[in-house]
Each structure stands twice: as structure tokens, then as C-alpha cells.
């Protein structure tokens, strides 16, 4: 199952308790990295990960706070001798900006691969890298650049049932092809099919990622039944709000209000501003709007 980690909770600055907004989502020994801000790499080694397992990298937006920690990373990946591929997906306008930015790494051992995302509809991508099940859906945001936000859905198969495949006499050499999708062909002339050794398909995890914007209604929807729904709440306080909209941000009571109407399970608030020093304290009053509201701090992590 997919085990997730905040590496970092912070807008803007890093704070000496607080690293900068990036997410580390892992599947199978294979990790997608949403974001890179200043610090990452410290990050994915002070909660206990590996960046060696980075496959994917998505960047909502080409702002600092969200992009700074890539050379770094990248140059730390390169040392631990890794030579396949890497790809990083990102609006299409972001990719001069971040071709430039990596030029500080003086040539790397393996190849950085870049996807430019559309800007101005939704998309939908494989993500193959990481698994043929995994696909990576975006939503144009609302910020002062060009900014997405991602879901990533994981669809799930079907439980094997191994009554079925006894009594069908499939042996076990075959179950684990069957499992993985695989028609198989018995020794007496049987095709037997995935279907009829398994029980109903689950439902995929979704996992919905947003940060950097107003509160666009679209953001609801593309978040609908998030298995996980993280979203930025730089403010808590309500006089922010008209700062906030100029800035193309969102308070805390936003995000509530955005979870709420998706109908997602949990809420993970991200992207606090510097001058929240502890968001804990309108935890009563966003867990009245959504109760499954959890206010973040770095290092946070869930299996789903």
C-alpha cells in the first residue's frame, strides 16, 4: 500500500522547525516527490526515507519556496550512483526555469527527463515509472503563475480468491500471473481469466494535492473522495482573507470548506505561513467545519 510522509509544512521561509512544502508518496520501493523547496534532501533524510527511491517529480509551481531544493537533491541522487532516467513533470512554462536552475549541477550521471503540462485544461497522465496502475490526474490553479495541482489515483486489483481458482483446479503456479492481471492456460485447454478467480474490484487511493491558490470551485471536485486530501492553509485568521485573495492563496477555513464539499476521508493542512508559529490553535474551530481535519507538522505519515 502507498505510505506517504510531509517531509515539510512550510510557506514562503524555513523555519528551524519547520522545512519548506514537499511531499513524499512511496509504492512498491518506487517514490513520487511532490515539490522540492529549500531544505528537501535534509528533510527526506531526517524522517528516515530514501531518496534513491525517487522515480517522479511533480512541481506544482516555479516560486521558490517550491523549487529551490532541486539541484541539491538531484546532485545527492546522482552520488548514490543511480544511472537510469529521472522525470520531472511541471506547467509548461515552468520548464526554462527549472532547465536553468538545474544548470548549477554541472553535468549529473543519469538523465533528467521533463513533461510540460497543459496550463489551461485538466490532464491526465500514466505514470508507468512507477506503476502501469498508478495514474496522475491535474487541475490549473489559480496562483500568480502558472500553477497545478495533482491527484494521484492508484487503482487497485481485485482480491484474489483462492476457493475459486481450487475449484476451477488452477494450480498455484498460476495464481500470482492471475493476480497480476495475466490470462493463463491450463494443461487441458482451459483459458482461465483474472475474472474468474477474483472477488469485485476495489475502489483506487486517491491521494489529492493542492497548494499555491484562491479557492477555485473547481478544486471540490478534483478532489472528491480523497483517500487523502492535502491542501494549504497559510492563515487562520479571518483579516487575512482579502490578503490572501490578492495573493492567490487560501486560509486554513478554506481548505475546510474545499474538504468538506469534496467529500474527502482525511485533510491534511500544508504550507503554513512563517508568521504561524502554531496553526494547532484554530484546530476546534476547522475541525467544526470538517472534522477530519488534521493540522500538519513536518514528518507526518500514513499508510493508505
Same mark, same amino acid.
Request: glycine letters at 8%; proline letters at 4%.
Given at each position: 500500500m502507498p505510505e506517504?510522509?510531509?517531509?515539510g509544512t512550510g510557506g514562503m521561509l524555513p523555519l528551524k522547525? $519547520?522545512?519548506?512544502?514537499?511531499?513524499?508518496?512511496?509504492?512498491?520501493?518506487?517514490?513520487?516527490?511532490?515539490?522540492?523547496?529549500?531544505?528537501?534532501?535534509?528533510a527526506v533524510a531526517k524522517h528516515g526515507l530514501k531518496m534513491s527511491k525517487i522515480e517522479l517529480i511533480l512541481i506544482t509551481h516555479c516560486h521558490a519556496d517550491h523549487v529551490t531544493g532541486l539541484p541539491g537533491?538531484?546532485?545527492?541522487?546522482?552520488?548514490?550512483?543511480?544511472?537510469?532516467?529521472?522525470?520531472?513533470?511541471a506547467p509548461e512554462s515552468s520548464l526554462p526555469i527549472l532547465r536553468a536552475l538545474l544548470s548549477v549541477c554541472g553535468g549529473l550521471p543519469y538523465e533528467v527527463r521533463f513533461h510540460g503540462l497543459p496550463e489551461d485544461k485538466p490532464f491526465e497522465f500514466a505514470a508507468d515509472m512507477i506503476d502501469p496502475m498508478l495514474r496522475i490526474k491535474t487541475l490549473p490553479l489559480s496562483h500568480r503563475v502558472s500553477c497545478v495541482g495533482y491527484s494521484l489515483c492508484l487503482e487497485r486489483r481485485a482480491v484474489f480468491d483462492p476457493a475459486k481458482a481450487k475449484e476451477l483446479g488452477v494450480?498455484?503456479?498460476?495464481?500470482?500471473?492471475?493476480?497480476?492481471?495475466?490470462?493463463?492456460?491450463?494443461?487441458?485447454? $482451459?483459458?482461465?481469466?483474472?475474472?474468474?478467480?477474483?472477488?469485485?474490484k476495489r475502489s483506487p487511493i486517491k491521494i489529492t494535492y493542492t497548494t499555491d491558490t484562491l479557492p477555485v470551485d473547481d478544486i471540490a471536485a478534483f478532489a472528491e473522495k480523497s483517500d487523502l486530501f492535502?491542501?494549504?492553509?497559510?492563515?487562520?485568521?479571518?483579516?487575512?482573507?482579502?490578503?490572501?485573495?490578492?495573493?492567490?492563496?487560501?486560509?486554513?477555513?478554506?481548505?475546510c470548506d474545499i474538504?468538506?464539499?469534496?467529500?474527502?476521508?482525511?485533510?491534511?493542512?500544508?504550507?503554513?505561513?512563517?508568521?504561524?508559529?502554531?496553526?494547532?490553535?484554530?484546530?476546534?474551530?476547522? $475541525?467544526?467545519?470538517?472534522?477530519?481535519?488534521?493540522?500538519?507538522?513536518?514528518?507526518?505519515?500514513?499508510?493508505l
Open positions: 506517504v510522509c510531509l517531509l522547525d $519547520r522545512f519548506l512544502t514537499s511531499l513524499y508518496a512511496e509504492y512498491n520501493g518506487k517514490t513520487v516527490l511532490i515539490d522540492c523547496g529549500e531544505g528537501t534532501q535534509v537533491l538531484l546532485l545527492s541522487i546522482g552520488n548514490s550512483s543511480r544511472t537510469q532516467p529521472l522525470d520531472i513533470a494450480p498455484v503456479e498460476h495464481w500470482k500471473k492471475l493476480h497480476s492481471g495475466e490470462a493463463v492456460v491450463l494443461a487441458d485447454g $482451459r483459458k482461465i481469466v483474472p475474472e474468474d478467480v477474483t472477488g469485485e492535502i491542501c494549504e492553509g497559510m492563515y487562520g485568521k479571518f483579516e487575512k482573507k482579502e490578503s490572501m485573495n490578492e495573493k492567490h492563496h487560501m486560509l486554513m477555513q478554506d481548505a474538504a468538506k464539499r469534496a467529500g474527502a476521508r482525511q485533510l491534511w493542512l500544508t504550507h503554513y505561513s512563517p508568521a504561524e508559529k502554531a496553526p494547532s490553535v484554530y484546530e476546534d474551530e476547522l $475541525r467544526a467545519i470538517f472534522p477530519e481535519t488534521v493540522i500538519t507538522e513536518d514528518g507526518r505519515k500514513l499508510s
